[in-house]
């Protein structure tokens, strides 16, 4: 029977990292997909579509987990200031990617980890010390040299995607404040504000679908998201954060890949070694963040 119990524990353990990176992957096509709608349909046609097949996966599952679970989610107003973030997250993404390399907006993206960081002191009163104030000062320098310091830096997609990253942070940092509420009523939520605002900005840009192909992508946009999120919800229950966590930044390397193969995208220098020092400052703050937690649970206010 221990045997069992330990093949079994071992099993889950392998199982962890692979579903992490399915849900990267499955989240770069996502991406992928919703760069190459954007570039024919109106951007709240694109948002509105995806949210109402998200809903059909989502509707179910809140409906079994029982409605009053909705009414009574806790800090109403945090719930909205994250559903308005997500929101604002979502469409300046779809924008950002109709000028934008895939790669350049997912190395924006990825910088959110480092804004959570550096505004965790002011807003969750967390304690940093000055070795991650370091890295987050060198995933800074790299966010600047991915923006190539020039007057193309406040073009406005580069504007909207340093934007939509801080709002992709703060609706990060919002889910801190939130731990009681279960993940389908946060993604429920999100999906459905997306939804009304897709709704509210559809007629300006709406053009009929062109292709089957095209209408097969706009179903799957909201439903591969979906999975993705269930596949990455699902590898940090069975595996350890900091076994599965770093894996995220494979997200980059399936953005260069599809945006070289779906749209020619070659990947600028700039971006490379910005993109190289945002992962890894994120790297080191996540690997920092869990040594201080082990420390803290056997010698609580040990020096950073």
């Given at each position: 029977?221990?045997?069992?119990?330990?093949s079994?524990?071992?099993?889950?353990?392998?199982?962890?990292p692979?579903?992490?990176?399915?849900?990267?992957?499955?989240?770069?096509?996502?991406d992928a997909?919703?760069?190459?709608l954007?570039?024919s349909?109106?951007?709240?046609?694109?948002?509105?579509?995806?949210?109402?097949?998200?809903?059909?996966i989502?509707?179910?599952?809140?409906?079994?987990?029982?409605?009053?679970?909705?009414?009574?989610?806790e800090?109403?107003?945090?719930?909205f200031?994250?559903?308005?973030?997500?929101?604002?997250?979502?469409?300046?993404?779809?924008?950002?990617?109709?000028?934008?390399?895939?790669?350049?907006?997912?190395t924006?993206?990825?910088?959110?980890?480092?804004?959570?960081?550096?505004?965790?002191?002011?807003?969750?009163?967390?304690?940093?010390?000055?070795?991650?104030?370091?890295a987050?000062?060198?995933?800074?320098?790299?966010?600047?040299?991915?923006?190539?310091?020039?007057?193309?830096?406040?073009?406005?997609?580069?504007?909207?995607?340093?934007?939509?990253?801080?709002?992709?942070?703060?609706?990060?940092?919002?889910?801190?404040?939130?731990?009681?509420?279960?993940?389908?009523?946060l993604?429920?939520?999100?999906?459905?504000?997306?939804?009304?605002?897709?709704?509210?900005?559809?007629?300006?840009?709406w053009?009929?679908?062109?292709?089957?192909?095209?209408?097969?992508?706009?179903?799957?946009?909201?439903?591969?998201?979906?999975?993705?999120?269930?596949?990455?919800?699902?590898?940090?229950?069975?595996?350890?954060?900091?076994?599965?966590?770093?894996?995220?930044?494979?997200?980059?390397?399936?953005?260069?890949?599809?945006?070289?193969?779906?749209?020619?995208?070659?990947p600028?220098?700039?971006?490379i070694?910005?993109a190289?020092?945002?992962?890894?400052?994120?790297?080191?703050?996540?690997?920092?963040e869990?040594?201080?937690?082990k420390?803290?649970?056997?010698?609580?206010?040990i020096?950073?």
């Amino acid at each position: 029977m221990q045997a069992s119990h330990t093949s079994r524990l071992k099993s889950l353990s392998a199982a962890g990292p692979a579903l992490m990176l399915l849900g990267m992957l499955m989240f770069a096509l996502n991406d992928a997909m919703g760069k190459w709608l954007v570039s024919s349909y109106g951007l709240g046609q694109v948002v509105l579509l995806r949210s109402l097949a998200a809903l059909v996966i989502l509707v179910p599952i809140v409906w079994m987990a029982g409605l009053p679970a909705l009414r009574a989610a806790e800090r109403p107003w945090m719930q909205f200031a994250r559903v308005a973030c997500s929101t604002t997250e979502v469409f300046c993404f779809y924008f950002a990617v109709m000028y934008l390399p895939l790669a350049d907006v997912m190395t924006y993206w990825l910088a959110a980890p480092i804004y959570v960081a550096a505004a965790s002191p002011l807003l969750l009163g967390e304690r940093v010390g000055w070795r991650r104030w370091t890295a987050i000062a060198v995933g800074f320098v790299g966010v600047i040299i991915t923006l190539e310091p020039s007057s193309a830096m406040f073009t406005m997609p580069a504007v909207i995607s340093i934007i939509g990253s801080a709002a992709f942070a703060f609706m990060l940092l919002s889910g801190r404040f939130l731990r009681g509420t279960p993940d389908s009523t946060l993604v429920f939520f999100q999906v459905s504000g997306a939804g009304l605002a897709g709704l509210a900005f559809a007629p300006f840009g709406w053009s009929p679908i062109q292709s089957g192909l095209d209408l097969g992508l706009l179903a799957l946009l909201g439903i591969v998201a979906m999975a993705a999120h269930m596949l990455v919800n699902r590898a940090l229950k069975i595996s350890d954060a900091a076994t599965v966590a770093p894996l995220q930044y494979t997200l980059l390397l399936w953005a260069v890949v599809f945006g070289w193969m779906f749209f020619g995208d070659v990947p600028r220098l700039g971006m490379i070694v910005g993109a190289a020092l945002i992962v890894a400052s994120g790297l080191f703050i996540f690997i920092r963040e869990q040594m201080l937690k082990k420390r803290d649970a056997v010698l609580p206010a040990i020096p950073e």
